[in-house]
């Protein structure tokens, strides 16, 4: 069946250090990725996409990396800041069509 | 301002009655999709909507129905044949060919006493 695993727990990092989630799946073959951030109570919001030909992607302190061999994505927060605790999503394209299958979200606490 | 509007924020229903979640949005987007969220649960697909006048069943349409009239609007109704509408909705838009991130609305909180 398909999968796509984020950690459940949540990631308390102390403000100034680098957070780093990932995103698993299995049975899916996205040509791309994308990671949203999601607070308490809102809609999510995209921060980036990388493309299946893309080894990694910046975006200020973000970072996103894609292996399709390893079938995984890791996303990294650099120098975290308290207003960076969020949920983030990972998103996987599934059908080739816009059509987004999301995994369960990781939540992310940095402690000032 | 562009944007994605979902209406009302909070809403309350009676077992038994269909309720309608309104999403409107501005920013001249070809596709929609609506979406449930329950606690601790990744975001699922009910319907979407690539172009006016079509729509496709999600992972769990069974229960809601959807129409688009119009361009800007994409109207979700919770039936009640839907066993537990209790939960998070969200709407979300985005360019119709591929690659493109979506954009969502604040979400609607339907509770059904």
């Known amino acids: 069946s398909q999968k796509i695993e984020q950690n459940s727990e949540a990631l308390n990092i102390q403000e100034g250090k680098t957070a780093t989630l990932t995103c698993n799946y299995t049975?899916?073959?996205?040509?791309?990725l994308q990671w949203y951030r999601q607070d308490p109570g809102r809609g999510p919001v995209f921060l980036l996409l990388i493309r299946e030909n893309e080894k990694e992607k910046r975006k200020e302190r973000l970072k996103v990396t894609f292996d399709t061999t390893l079938k995984q994505s890791l996303f990294h927060i650099t120098a975290s800041q308290p207003a960076d605790s969020a949920t983030y999503l990972c998103?996987?394209?599934?059908?080739?069509?816009?059509?987004?299958?999301f995994g369960k979200g990781n939540q992310v606490v940095v402690i000032p | 301002d562009g944007g994605i509007t979902q209406s009302p924020k909070y809403l309350f229903r009676k077992e038994g009655q269909n309720v309608t979640l309104s999403c409107e949005q501005n920013l001249n987007h070809d596709a929609m999709y609506w979406y449930r969220q329950d606690p601790g649960q990744g975001l699922r697909l009910i319907y979407y909507?690539?172009?006016?006048?079509?729509?496709q069943k999600g992972d769990i349409a069974e229960g809601y129905s959807v129409s688009r009239e119009k361009k800007e609007s994409f109207p979700l109704t919770v039936t009640s044949a839907q066993k537990n509408p209790t939960a998070f909705y969200l709407c979300?838009?985005?360019?119709?060919?591929?690659?493109?991130?979506?954009?969502f609305g604040p979400g609607t909180r339907l509770t059904v006493l």
């Open positions: 909507s690539q172009i006016v006048n079509d729509f």
């Open positions: 049975n899916y073959s996205p040509a791309y």
């Open positions: 979300a838009s985005s360019r119709r060919d591929r690659h493109n991130e979506q954009f």
């Open positions: 998103a996987l394209d599934n059908y080739g069509n816009n059509r987004l299958a």
